[in-house]
């Protein structure tokens, strides 16, 4: 079975950039997260989708970031205007059941 | 508010010895609590997880869990370990919320 894609595994822009992440989950995985892990802290919820719909973005910061899973399949994270405390490694996860997801390798975004 | 916290930054332990890397937590109703390990340049790795049932909980590569509601714990050990076991372990749990990750804790097993 192929876990969660990620693309790119690095990104370097400067700030006030627009950068995008893409993810594709698991096969079958209804639900799709985005998480920002920033260096020395646990992963923290950005958005959280079931199918094309949002469940829970109470934690994305709406100003600048935006995600989107037009097809319920895979999914899409930008960032517009990028902002230095945006560096941080974006991880996308899925899942079957809510509390058992998988990750993928994440995208490491350093903002200069 | 759910938390998570994991009082150790790092945990040094020789090869062979046991390990224990330690987790508290605070939610609102029955807990679902989870242990992830993080390798290098790598995602999040599922190792294992308390929803209900038996309090010790035995997940992949040999670790295992207890859940102790009294003391509010879940604990990752494993009764020798290897030098292979050397990353970052992250607790999180669930109240039928989204979930929240711990800092995490760097383990290092020395040969």
């Known amino acids: 079975e192929a876990g969660v894609a990620q693309s790119p595994r690095y990104k370097i822009i400067e700030k006030r950039q627009s950068v995008a992440f893409w993810c594709n989950p698991i096969?079958?995985?209804?639900?799709l997260y985005w998480y920002q892990q920033i260096l020395g802290q646990g992963p923290k919820l950005l958005i959280q989708?079931?199918?094309?719909?949002?469940?829970?973005d109470s934690q994305l910061p709406k100003d600048r970031f935006s995600a989107e899973r037009l097809k319920g399949v895979d999914s899409t994270l930008k960032i517009q205007p990028a902002k230095l405390e945006d560096s941080a490694v974006y991880l996308c996860a899925s899942s079957l059941i809510s509390y058992e997801q998988y990750f993928g390798p994440g995208t490491r975004l350093t903002v200069t | 508010a759910q938390s998570v916290a994991q009082p150790e930054d790092q945990v040094n332990v020789a090869e062979g010895n046991p390990l224990t890397v330690k987790c508290t937590y605070s939610v609102s109703g029955n807990p679902y609590l989870f242990w992830y390990v993080q390798y290098p340049n790598r995602g999040l790795q599922f190792l294992l997880k308390?929803?209900?049932?038996?309090?010790l909980v035995k997940g992949s590569y040999g670790f295992e869990a207890e859940f102790n509601k009294s003391q509010t714990s879940f604990h990752l050990k494993k009764p020798s370990a290897l030098v292979s076991d050397s990353a970052l372990y992250f607790c999180a749990v669930s109240g039928n919320t989204p979930l929240v990750f711990g800092k995490g804790t760097r383990l290092s097993v020395i040969a």
């Open positions: 308390y929803i209900t049932g038996d309090n």
């Open positions: 989708f079931q199918n094309n719909g949002v469940v829970d």
């Open positions: 096969s079958g995985h209804a639900t």
